[in-house]
């Protein structure tokens, strides 16, 4: 039996356990320790919500995942579909840069420099006069050979006079010996001073030639003293300055005073392996790239290939081919620029045509049994084949192929390749060790993926931060 202070103290009990024995400030306190109590298990589910999510999106979850499932990792590789075009063979050819028509200005008599009317780079025509020498000295060796025809002149007539006197004494001594005033001696005397008097005449006359010709070349020389351009053209080097002088013979050409080049028709001069030289013809096109402009390629054509061998310095042997220049617009060119030339030796039609480094040479030993046998792409009398893998379900399949020609990137492929088919071109360390029905990915898928699980990483990230926000204003 219960008495009133049992009574009383189970009361009181009963009251502390419902609340009703606290003041409404402690109820307000004790509900607010649980909002945040909830808020803070609501921000730690989130957070390991986030980490278990980013944790199963992982490279390391993905290839933690595949060794628990003994599931191989495919290999990312870069694939093309294979298409069809045009594919030009061509031959690559180091050169130069020159002029067609240059000419070196010289000097064919010793004199002095009086006169230069054109400096380096200016432009002239057929005709002008380019250079004008001292001609005082060769005047006056002209004057002199003038005055040495007269003298010969008047030796001619002295000479002629002695014949007539030798001639008339002939006469004279055949009188007299046929009186016999004199003898037959005298007679002969006579007689050879007059053929010597003819003889006289013939070399006094020949004497009157000389002298014209050496009137003529003194002329000449003189005529030397000015000296007009050949060409038109840009004058490209001056070698000499006014006041100096020059060296020239009338048979050996002296110094090169200037360089005149028409710079507006110009050539490369390509130096053509003697490997590839009989795949060279005229008319055939050529693209040319000049060192100096890096920017721009240039159009040309095939003029001719000589037929003799030369050795460049380097000690390579060639045949030179020169290539005339479409020249654009006012383009200059400098002379002697270096330059490598494409020749375009032919050109196949809506051909197969992948990259040359998809085509790969591996033994026919290592070659699947059921791909090797009777494939008409697999010269069984050979070591190797060539092959190309291509991309079928996810997987490389090695594929021989006839391949045709080539040019620097692509490779024709005759027969092997259907234009649905997509081939594995890359990387190139990767198509060493690639190995048949080995798992591949494509290197533009993974790409996205990883674009995507990193926009989805982002978006997390976002949504958290959103999340704690709240529990930080509370």
């Given at each position: 039996m219960i008495n009133g202070i049992g009574v009383r103290k189970i009361a009181a009990y009963d009251r502390l356990r419902n609340g009703?024995?606290?003041?409404?400030?402690?109820?307000?306190?004790?509900?607010?320790?649980?909002?945040?109590?909830?808020?803070?298990?609501?921000?730690?589910?989130?957070?390991?919500?986030?980490?278990?999510?980013?944790?199963?999106?992982?490279?390391?979850?993905?290839?933690?995942?595949?060794?628990?499932?003994?599931?191989?990792?495919?290999?990312?590789v870069r694939l093309e579909a294979v298409s069809r075009g045009d594919l030009t063979r061509t031959v690559n050819a180091p050169g130069s840069i020159e002029p067609r028509n240059m000419v070196n200005i010289s000097s064919r008599v010793s004199a002095m420099i009086t006169a230069m009317p054109f400096?380096?780079?200016?432009?002239?025509?057929?005709?002008?006069?380019?250079?004008?020498?001292?001609?005082?000295?060769?005047?006056?060796?002209?004057?002199?050979?003038?005055?040495?025809?007269?003298?010969?002149?008047?030796?001619?007539?002295?000479?002629?006079?002695?014949?007539?006197?030798?001639?008339?004494?002939?006469v004279r001594a055949r009188e007299l010996l046929t009186t016999n005033d004199i003898s037959k001696a005298e007679l002969d005397a006579a007689e050879a001073r007059f053929r010597q008097a003819q003889a006289g005449v013939k070399m006094a006359e020949q004497s009157i030639e000389i002298a014209r010709s050496s009137i003529t070349r003194a002329k000449k020389n003189v005529d030397y003293t000015v000296i007009t351009s050949p060409i038109d053209g840009t004058i490209t080097r001056l070698n000499n300055k006014i006041g100096e002088n020059v060296l020239g013979t009338f048979n050996n050409i002296g110094s090169t005073i200037m360089t005149i080049a028409d710079m507006s028709d110009m050539l490369m001069r390509a130096r053509v392996d003697e490997s590839n030289v009989a795949l060279i013809e005229s008319d055939q096109d050529a693209t040319i790239y000049i060192n100096a402009f890096p920017d721009e390629t240039f159009q040309g054509t095939v003029d001719r290939v000589k037929l003799h061998r030369e050795v460049w310095r380097d000690g390579t042997a060639y045949i030179e081919a020169e290539i005339s220049i479409n020249m654009p617009g006012d383009r200059l060119l400098w002379l002697g620029g270096n330059a490598n030339t494409d020749i375009q030796i032919k050109t196949t039609r809506d051909v197969i045509k992948i990259p040359s480094q998809a085509v790969m040479d591996l033994a026919i030993d290592d070659l699947p049994s059921d791909i090797r046998k009777e494939n008409p792409n697999v010269d069984q009398k050979k070591t190797h084949a060539r092959v190309v893998y291509r991309f079928v379900d996810g997987?490389?399949?090695?594929?021989?192929?006839?391949?045709?020609?080539?040019?620097?990137?692509?490779?024709?492929?005759?027969?092997?390749?259907?234009?649905?088919?997509?081939?594995?071109?890359?990387?190139?360390?990767?198509?060493?060790?690639?190995?048949?029905?080995?798992?591949?990915?494509?290197?533009?898928?993974?790409?996205?993926?990883?674009?995507?699980?990193?926009?989805?990483?982002?978006?997390?990230?976002?949504?958290?931060?959103?999340?704690?926000?709240?529990?930080?204003?509370?």
């Open positions: 009703r024995g606290k003041g409404r400030g402690e109820r307000a306190e004790e509900c607010l320790v649980w909002k945040r109590l909830a808020v803070i298990f609501i921000v730690i589910v989130v957070l390991l919500g986030s980490g278990v999510f980013a944790l199963v999106k992982s490279p390391q979850f993905d290839q933690f995942r595949a060794k628990l499932e003994n599931k191989p990792k495919a290999k990312v400096k380096e780079g200016d432009h002239v025509k057929e005709g002008d006069v380019l250079v004008r020498l001292d001609s005082k000295d060769l005047v006056a060796s002209l004057e002199s050979t003038q005055a040495q025809l007269k003298s010969e002149e008047a030796r001619v007539e002295s000479a002629k006079a002695s014949l007539v006197e030798a001639d008339l004494a002939v997987k490389a399949v090695v594929t021989p192929v006839s391949v045709g020609t080539s040019d620097l990137t692509h490779t024709v492929v005759l027969s092997g390749l259907s234009d649905d088919d997509r081939i594995i071109v890359g990387p190139y360390k990767e198509l060493l060790k690639i190995k048949h029905d080995e798992l591949v990915r494509d290197e533009e898928d993974v790409k996205k993926e990883n674009e995507q699980e990193k926009a989805a990483e982002e978006s997390a990230s976002e949504e958290e931060t959103d999340t704690q926000a709240p529990g930080e204003k509370g």
